[in-house]
């Protein structure tokens, strides 16, 4: 089972919906949000936030919104380059590179980004909150946190090969 998308084609995983309740005269009118993880399967990921009076309409509104925040995540082979940590909010979520065939061993939230981005070998685990809007943000924290060998040789002027 591949997670990797056709090229050009986006993987897209609701990660929440949520049902509001607004008491009028005639009862309740209900409107749904929906938060999506976008990603093209190659390390670029990002979320998306929407809200409608149905489901899927809310679900495409976060599809978009996303598809507008995508941002590149720096990978090395089938995972990441070294250990990191995210926070956001009361979650604090810690990424570690794994060897090739380790899988991604994570929970549903930080699964879905990773699985998103193109990441496939990955050890995760989440502290504090188990609000899956707030791993998610947390979880993209540290991906955003994340530098190649090459990057920082460059940024420094040296060269370690």
Known sequence: MSTEAPQGQLIDKVIKIRRCAAVVKGGRRFSFTAMVVVGDGQGKVGWGYGKANEVPPAVEKAV???????????????????????????????????????????????RAVCEACGI??????????????????????????????????????????
Request: hydrophobic share 45%; glycine share 12%; proline share 6%.
């Open 120 to 161: 496939r070998d990955i050890l995760t685990k989440c502290y504090g909150s188990n609000n899956p809007i707030n791993i998610v943000k947390a979880t993209l924290d540290a991906l955003h946190q994340l530098w190649v060998q090459g990057d920082v040789e460059r940024l420094r002027g040296v060269s370690l090969t």
């Open 64 to 110: 978009k919104d996303g598809m507008r925040n995508m941002q590149p995540v720096a990978l090395l082979g089938s995972t990441i380059p070294h250990a990191v940590q995210g926070h956001f909010g009361a979650v604090k979520v810690v990424l570690v590179p794994a060897s090739p065939g380790t899988g991604v061993i994570a929970g549903a939230a930080v």
